[in-house]
């Protein structure tokens, strides 16, 4: 794995460009070739694009939807659209992503055959569709593979367990712009400032809290639940001081936001299989994996409820997977639920 993390975490470095921070990880290894820091600088700019038209949104006819459906039958935005061709475009250019795989495409789309194409991408373009239109927080979703033969890129390339992650992100489009990273060392943070036009690093090394009592879950699905994240949920609503009971509960309807304030503050974000959803709601590769990924790196714990996300082996390019993350603590307390029989 290619970790590219600077050897000190030093309060100084706050402000630091993100394309800064990312070459000095690479100057720190010999055997870099830069392949990898393009990379990562090229999701950076379609992040920066993709600001660009969020910002904008309703001033140039992108808000609404296309009238299509995608891969997973979710109805297409026109800024899902938007976004997913901005990121195709600007990976494409400079031949070191071999192919990518979109929430938004049912195949991949091959983008380079040259020598210098050794990566994978995945991306969700834009989560949280639903609330384009009402201007809340959505966001960017993406995890990098390493390609691991010579030949063009296929799908069975793509269908790896989240363990072989080189990279995973998102971009939180909201009050501000902000870009967390992870090459599976730390988590970095990086906030957008427009008027220099540049991510600066402002949350360095990451870390879950322990626990946070507060959850976030879709609770207009509680009839479908089973029994146990039911008789889980009644006893986070509990009143009980000593336990520092009830919870607040908090939940925006986009994994990208939900998941960014779990991450910061602590707590749990989950989305279990329900009897409307038996096999999750969640992409496994597009949001389960990455997310998965830095929450580890951040000493939280990400699970399906019955296993290990990052172990999970692929099958399919879609595949829905139900979504456990958050504080170690969190995540215990309602696994302590949901095992029981």
């Known amino acids: 794995m290619e970790d590219y993390e600077p050897a000190e975490s030093d309060s100084s470095r ?56 995608n891969a997973t039958g979710d109805v297409v935005q026109k800024l899902d659209q938007e976004a997913h061709e901005t990121l195709l475009r600007v990976l494409g250019r400079r031949n070191h992503c071999a192919a990518a795989a979109s929430e938004e495409e049912e195949d991949i789309r091959v983008l380079s055959t040259a020598q210098s194409a050794q990566y994978l991408v995945v991306f969700d373009p834009l989560d949280g569709s639903s609330n384009i239109d009402v201007n809340i927080s959505i966001g960017t979703i993406f995890g990098v593979y390493r390609k691991d033969h010579d030949g063009p890129a296929t799908q069975a390339d793509f269908l790896k367990p989240g363990r072989e992650l080189q990279a995973a992100g998102y971009v939180i489009y909201g009050s501000s712009t902000q870009f967390v990273i992870t090459t599976g060392g730390s988590v970095h943070g990086f906030t957008y400032d427009p008027s220099v ?55 925006v309807g986009t994994l990208v936001a939900d998941a960014h304030r779990t991450l910061l503050r602590g707590g749990l974000f989950a989305y279990p299989a329900d009897a409307k959803n038996p096999e999750g709601k969640l992409r496994l590769l597009y949001e389960a994996n990455p997310f998965a990924f830095i929450f580890e790196a951040a000493g939280g714990v990400a699970t399906t409820g019955q296993a290990r996300i ?32």
């Open 14 to 69: 706050i402000g630091l460009t993100l394309e800064t921070y990312i070459l000095e990880g690479m100057l720190g290894r010999r055997e870099a070739r830069g392949y990898f820091t393009s990379l990562l600088n090229q999701l950076a700019l379609a992040a920066k694009m993709i600001t660009s038209r969020v910002r904008r949104a309703g001033l140039v006819n992108v808000l609404g939807t296309t009238g299509d459906t």
């Open 197 to 251: 036009g540049e991510f600066l690093l402002s949350h360095e090394n990451i870390r879950v809290p322990v626990h946070h009592a507060t959850y976030s879950i879709n609770e207009g699905n509680a009839g479908r639940w089973a029994p146990g994240v039911k008789r889980w949920n009644e006893w986070v609503k509990e009143e009980n001081p000593t336990q520092g009971r009830p919870y607040s509960s908090r939940y």
């Open 310 to 341: 990052l172990d999970l082996q692929p099958t399919t390019l879609h595949q829905k997977v139900p979504l456990i993350l958050g504080s170690k603590r969190n995540v215990a307390e309602f696994l302590r639920f949901t095992d029981e029989p």
